[in-house]
């Protein structure tokens, strides 16, 4: 019961969650700024956590003792180099869904966890299949969205995107939910409902899969009418699945548009030059918080602005640019006439003009 208890308060965090991406409070580590929306979605695990829970009503009654608490450990456990984030915001960029959410990481770690509940559960071989099972759909469901994931480091650090989930989405996490709570109640048929829910879950991301397909195909078909058009892609929306924005690259600028599944391409929301590479852009990129950035963004754009003591250089991925309050996730370097560095920041909140 207690862990019902839990899910509903999660759930209700979850109501007050699209709120914080738009109002972010911010707190100062080292040099690097780190905003409560960085953390909040980063940290924000409750679909991650409703899956275990889903998945353990789904055993045999008593088929490992403390299963219920493994898979809940295992379904969050790859965020655990959400840590790094304490050594600054360029330091949990570069390794947040890292080594912890690949092919080598996720067998490592539930073999780790394994060890650790065999002290409890007195079954290492069951222990360790319940969190090798559960901690893979972490780094699926990772995937799904517009972060990404890199999961054939060390070997790659090349990132993969799906595209498909917003980073919290209430209805997935309402179906997991509901399921959760039903095997709670109607303990006779416990397996039915897990189950009911797992695979209702499975086939509304399907559906998602569809809708992402289509306004692919939608956005595909008007950037093919763009001179110098080179790539494209769609980010979903939280709680509208047939309502996407699409980013049109060309070879010289990154265009957003509204998608519809239905209707195709809406209008225009914003659009950035790239920026030219320059000898001042080369200089600025040698600080980390860039280094780092250039590592991560996807569509970037840089602006170099001439000030009295030198330059500042702006570092901007425009998969984060948020039209309407004009902020992005950034990194900033100021260099000197000499074109040294004097100080770089990092944030996903940054003023763009």
Sequence with gaps: MEQVLASVTTSRTAQKAGQKFQNCDHKEWAQYTISAHAVQCAMFNSTHTFVGLALARTSPHRWVPYLTVTAIIAA???????????????????????ITHTFIGIPVLSLALALAMYIFSGDFWRTFLVSLLVMATHPALDYANTYGLRPF??????????????????????????????????????????????LVALAYIGARVELRNEARAQISAFAATIPNFESSAVQPSMLNPWSWDGVIETRNEF???????????????????????????????????????????????????ETESGYRVMFIDFRFYNERARTAFAAEVLLDQSLDVVKDTLSFNKTVN
């Design 153 to 198: 480091l060390p070997f790659s650090g090349k990132w993969y995107y799906g595209d498909t989930l917003f980073i919290i989405d209430p209805i997935l996490d309402l179906i997991l939910l509901a399921g959760i709570i039903a095997s709670y109640r109607a303990k006779k048929n416990r397996l039915l409902f897990a189950w009911a829910s797992i």
């Design 76 to 98: 969050n456990l790859p965020d655990i180099e959400i840590l790094t984030g304490l050594a600054g915001t360029p330091t949990y960029i570069q390794y947040h869904r890292g």
């Design 255 to 305: 265009i957003k548009v509204r998608v519809h599944t239905r209707r195709g391409v809406e209008g225009e929301l914003a659009r950035m030059p790239k920026g030219n590479p320059s000898e001042i852009i080369g200089h600025a990129v040698s600080a980390r918080s860039a280094a780092v950035f250039m590592g991560f963004a996807r569509f970037p754009v840089t602006r170099v602005e």
